[in-house]
Nanobody, 122 residues
Framework: QVQLVESGGGLVQAGGSLRLSCAASGRTFNSYVMGWFRQAPGKEREFVAVITGSGSNTYYRDSVKGRFTISRDNAKNAVYLQMNSLKPEDTAVYYC???????????????WGQGTQVTVSP
């Protein structure tokens, strides 16, 4: 069982930056693939970024490549999403998730946080 709590969302102007954090409970955090997803009003939840348990491999959706960076600190049971050059279309509720498969399909992730709102103004 893993419990996840996101933080770090907020309101930022286009071109600005935010760093999201996800704190995890449990003693086997480093065995989980960790993903970030987002969901805008009226839209399906979409993949943003994923990182392996060791942190050695990452993968991003095309629209955030070069702007967002996912990382993790297994000693702190935490995963992060550094978001730079934010755009209004990045506005959404951002969720972290834990799973066992390195992938982009949200259905393969077993544990989810409650989400944190990111709003990017023009």
């Amino acid at each position: 069982q893993v419990q996840l709590v996101e933080s770090g969302g907020g309101l930022v102007q286009a071109g600005g930056s935010l760093r999201l954090s996800c704190a995890a409970s449990g003693r086997t955090f480093n065995s989980y693939v960790m993903g970030w997803f987002r969901q805008a009003p009226g839209k399906e939840r979409e993949f943003v970024a994923v990182i392996t348990g060791s942190g050695s491999n990452t993968y991003y959706r095309d629209s955030v490549k070069g702007r967002f960076t996912i990382s993790r600190d297994n000693a702190k049971n935490a995963v992060y999403l550094q978001m730079n050059s934010l755009k209004p279309e990045d506005t959404a509720v951002y969720y972290c998730a834990a799973g066992s498969l390195f992938g982009t399909n949200y259905r393969t992730y077993s544990y989810w946080g409650q989400g944190t709102q990111v709003t990017v103004s023009p």
